[in-house]
């Protein structure tokens, strides 16, 4: 599931990128991929006592 949410987060950035959807569009394929990464990226910094990396939308569609 985390692939399938991943790759279709990555080819809404690239239409996005290449403007064939909007900005708007982009966000609800990619918002899921984003909270599952942060949440993920919590847990391995709460594991270890660091703080964690995590990305916004502005961040990934860079």
């Known amino acids: ?4 949410i991943k790759q279709r987060a ?3 950035k690239c ?6 959807i909007t900005r ?3 966000k609800t394929d990619i918002e899921p991929y984003i909270k599952l ?3 993920k990226s919590m847990e391995i910094a709460k594991k ?3 703080k ?3 990305i916004t939308f502005a961040g990934f569609i860079r």
């Open 24 to 26: 708007a569009e982009a």
């Open 15 to 20: 239409a996005y990128k290449k403007g064939l």
């Open 52 to 54: 964690p990396k995590k």
């Open 37 to 39: 990464f942060n949440n």
């Open 10 to 12: 990555f080819e809404a």
């Open 1 to 4: 599931m985390l692939e399938i």
């Open 48 to 50: 270890y006592n660091m």
